[in-house]
């Protein structure tokens, strides 16, 4: 996947900013991703028409174990969060629906991403291209079902029936 990053130079991002509680009764995922980050990006909706990758701190998704958070980050147009560390929940929910990447890097790799480089990831390799500082970043492997399942989510779901 090839895109463009939001950068958020924070740690402990929670599921209460990602999206906040008065939302959570919705059902609709269009609905869900308008309030995405909303708790502490009002311009995150403007971002995200330009870019599908958000780049942060350490501990991404924490509080709350609400299945809401990856699904609004998601229905804005977010493909993939490279973070520090993630809350443990919001990583297991963000794969276990095929949501978005949750994709782990180290210290060097953060510091070296800005707001708006153009990002390619190849999970394959397990590896990050900036394109536009042309470096490559390793990242931390995925588990082999880990991977498949994102493969799977790249598939329109009616080809996954074999009627």
Known sequence: ???????????????????????????DH???????MEGMDPNFHSKAKE????????????GSSREHAPIAISACGIEAVLALSFARIFYR???????????EIDEKTYASISENDELEIDTSKNEVKNLTKNETYAMKPFPDLMHQVHQISLVPFYEHLHL
């Open 1 to 27: 996947m090839k895109g463009k990053v939001i950068k958020y130079d924070e740690d402990n991002i929670d599921t209460d900013v990602i999206l906040p509680g008065q939302y959570l009764k919705l059902h």
């Open 30 to 36: 269009a609905e869900l991703g308008e309030h995405a």
């Open 51 to 62: 870019a599908n990758i958000i780049v942060t701190g350490k501990n991404f998704g924490c």
């Open 93 to 103: 929910n963000s794969v276990d629906g095929a949501y978005l990447l949750p994709i």
